[in-house]
């Protein structure tokens, strides 16, 4: 009996070693994305961004604001035990923009989409820049009560010649404006949340028991009556003189205040007419001044008119020059031949002779 009970419970650990690393295989978590990622030498693609690879970028950074607000684990944590909604309120703890841009390359790049993480930050930032620009236009467009045409109802050349992006697409479009819906809510509620989570504010404390006053004592002495008030004296005949003064005063401050107001609104009016006196004079400085500068710019043009008359004129007569040298020259040798024609007829007839 007891070698049969030996041989069960052998069999039992030997089972028990044999599916233990199984299952810490199972339950060991993924490695990080960042450490497996840095191991492997990756290929990025360059070049301009497809439709598909900025649609699967939208849609990662949809997911890591997800997972870095916890939005996905909040409703499957309720429903664990107590040790994984730890573990899943550990997994919302904010990272680094590097490691959160790196989550982002690997989920593109197991979707398809061969990018760095500085490519995808880049091109998210320029999908912000354009999508704010063209939800600005489309706002002033809905405005404008239909005298400004639709940025999806434009050319190429439409968009470029009102500095709007050429090439955005309306699913690129629509996916934005899902995220940052998305990021608006996230906002709101997260603003409105200690608000309405506030526990009651605590009851009142009781107020505490009156103490029993003390019996006055017996033989405290009587108390003396104070003395009655002295008679007013009577009425000083200055006193109605007194109160025209006071009248005059008053009427005579509400006219000082007058005065202030009407300085007041007199000061504004004087500095105002400084004001455009001294624009007159500047801009009759600033007129005389292109007035003479046009004048310059005349003058100058006139000078070189001239300049360039005379230059004409000396290229006439140097080429004057040379045509009459030239001419001068063609006769002496038409001369010269004539001379040496005539001597050497001379010299064979003398020979004949």
């Not at 989550?103 to 820049?129: F, H, I, M, T």
Request: charged share 25%.
């Amino acid at each position: 009996m007891s070698e049969g009970t030996e041989h069960s419970s052998s069999l039992a650990l030997l089972h028990h070693r044999h599916h233990l690393p199984q299952q810490q295989q199972h339950q060991q978590p993924p490695p990080a994305s960042p450490s497996v990622a840095g191991a492997i030498i990756r290929g990025y693609r360059k070049g301009n961004w497809t439709l598909h690879e900025t649609l699967i970028l939208i849609t990662a950074k949809r997911l890591d604001d997800d997972r870095r607000t916890g939005g996905s684990s909040s409703s499957s944590s309720a429903h664990c035990s107590p040790s994984a909604a730890v573990s899943a309120t550990a997994a919302v703890v904010p990272r680094s923009a590097e490691q959160r841009w790196k989550w982002v390359e690997n989920y593109c790049w197991r979707n398809g989409c061969l990018r760095s993480q500085n490519q995808c930050n880049d091109k998210w930032d320029n999908l912000l820049r354009d999508y704010k620009k063209v939800r600005g236009y489309e706002a002033r467009a809905d405005a404008s009560a239909g005298e400004l045409p639709s940025y999806w109802a434009m050319e190429r050349h439409e968009r470029k010649e009102r500095n709007l992006p050429t090439n955005l697409a309306a699913e690129v479009f629509e996916a934005l404006t899902d995220v940052l819906g998305r990021r608006t809510a996230r906002r709101s509620n997260a603003a409105a949340t200690p608000v309405s989570s506030l526990p009651p504010p605590p009851p009142p404390l009781p107020s505490p028991p009156r103490l029993p006053q003390a019996p006055l004592n017996p033989t405290a002495p009587p108390s003396v009556p104070a003395p009655a008030p002295p008679p007013a004296p009577p009425a000083h005949p200055s006193a109605s003189v007194a109160a025209p003064d006071a009248v005059e005063m008053s009427s005579g401050s509400s006219e000082s205040e007058e005065n202030d107001d009407g300085a007041g609104t007199a000061e504004p009016e004087a500095k105002r007419r400084r004001l455009g006196s001294s624009v007159v004079r500047s801009a009759t400085v600033l007129a005389r001044t292109l007035l003479s500068c046009e004048e310059k710019r005349e003058q100058r043009h006139r000078e070189m008119v001239e300049i360039e008359e005379r230059r004409l004129r000396l290229e006439e007569e140097r080429t004057e020059i040379r045509r009459q040298e030239f001419a001068g020259l063609v006769s002496a040798i038409n001369d010269l031949s004539s001379a040496i024609q005539s001597l050497v007829a001379n010299q064979r007839n003398g020979d004949h002779r």
